[in-house]
């Protein structure tokens, strides 16, 4: 097929997209596979839209992660350190081949296991707190605290070190026009205190990933100060921050269809399932991360230069009904194998085992102590952050 120029797109409010991001994808989607647009950052992007081409394009080792394939004067991204800016999310091979190489030799099915109970006991010591009140605000109650609880137990961050990690995500997912300098604040303070929490496990081992890093080798191949800095960051930022929205997400798409939560609390079996069905309906990842051809390419028939950011909508292909059968609709028992909320090619989420299981355990948890759950708002009345990087909620309002 020869490259076109795409079309003129509908028009995209931003607003419009944070708080209903679907409709617009379905109008984007139905009018062309591929639109010029303004992306996260203000400059322009290409956005794929259809599930076969974001497919396609996720497993397609010339579209590089690795900003420096991007058009000089072109996406410049969040402005990080060295030590934060070099990691998993902006690498291609090899070097991205050996760190996560090494990555997986230290995060094993064994590190994530272990990790079983303490969810659960977290998740019932949250509910606990809460259950007197009759009512609550889920995300700040339960599915913020619950993930960074995990983060932190995975890492090996003693209880009184703990800080206020979620200051830090948000104010580089969703920042605050009104405070310009919080992001560059938080990067800061991110990176004073992983170095400090590394240069801890080097004194004092524990039985923790960190320190599972930092040990890690392979021949005499091992992981630089720099390179577990930048680790411990996105552990952080993308596995703490994600399974917050997962978990919120899928509570309120269960509360908003009464049926389905009724057919999860008849059979808890099915509740794997559901948690990849909730992950395809409304997951916490919109677009996967910013991609740069390093040869002129075509996606869905039109041509993008090398170089020009490319952006995967996930959430526009995960609901084409050219892959799923009525995908506005929730269904548990539908077969959502194939979404993508999790990745797909060579950069697959390492920590979705982890992911999974912890998503499972907050709602099994949640359905089983209250039964007559339900919003304590109008749906219309839930507030999104205002982010394109992110779908997750403001607050969950809920009473039991």
Not at 34 to 41: L, N, S
Not at 184 to 204: G, P, Y
Request: a negative charge; aromatic letters at 6%; proline letters at 9%.
């Amino acid at each position: 097929m020869s490259a076109t120029t795409p079309s003129r797109p509908p028009l995209v409010d931003p607003a419009e997209l944070v708080a209903d991001p679907y409709s617009v994808y379905a109008r984007l989607r139905e009018a062309g596979p591929v639109h010029r647009i303004a992306g996260t950052d203000g400059l322009p992007a290409w956005l794929v839209t259809r599930y076969d081409d974001v497919r396609e394009a996720l497993a397609d080792r010339r579209l590089s992660l690795d900003k420096r394939n991007a058009t000089p004067g072109g996406y410049h991204g969040l402005a990080l350190p060295p030590a934060l800016d070099a990691n998993l999310l902006n690498m291609d091979p090899p070097d991205h081949t050996r760190i996560r190489r090494l990555v997986s030799r230290a995060f094993t099915p064994r590190h994530i296991d272990r990790l079983r109970e303490p969810i659960r006991e977290t998740a019932d010591s949250l509910l606990d707190a809460i259950e007197p009140h009759g009512h609550a605000d889920l995300i700040t109650s339960y599915a913020a605290p619950l993930p960074i609880t995990v983060i932190c137990d995975l890492l090996g961050v003693a209880p009184h070190d703990r800080r206020d990690f979620r200051s830090w995500t948000d104010a580089l997912v969703a920042p605050d026009p009104a405070q310009p300098g919080r992001a560059k604040e938080s990067v800061r303070s991110m990176l004073a205190f992983f170095a400090q929490l590394i240069a801890d496990k080097q004194a004092a081992p524990a039985d923790d990933l960190l320190s599972a890093l930092i040990a890690v080798r392979d021949d005499t191949d091992r992981l630089s100060e720099d390179e577990l800095t930048s680790l411990a960051f996105v552990i952080l930022f993308a596995g703490y921050e994600n399974t917050v929205h997962l978990i919120g997400n899928s509570t309120l798409a269960l509360l908003s269809h009464p049926g389905q939560l009724s057919a999860l609390r008849a059979d808890p079996g099915r509740l794997a399932g559901a948690v990849e069905e909730l992950a395809r309906y409304d997951g916490p990842v919109p677009l996967a991360i910013r991609r740069f051809p390093t040869e002129d390419i075509t996606i869905g028939g039109v041509g993008i230069p090398a170089g020009e950011t490319v952006l995967l909508s996930l959430a526009a292909a995960h609901r084409d009904p050219h892959r799923f059968t009525e995908p506005d609709r929730l269904d548990i028992g539908r077969d959502a194998t194939g979404h993508l909320a999790l990745g797909h090619g060579i950069h697959y989420c390492l920590g979705a085992p982890l992911a999974r299981m912890e998503t499972e355990i907050a709602l099994a948890a949640l359905i089983d102590r209250f039964p007559g759950l339900a919003l304590d708002i109008a749906p219309d009345e839930v507030r999104w952050r205002p982010s394109m990087r992110a779908r997750g909620l403001v607050a969950l309002p809920v009473r039991y």
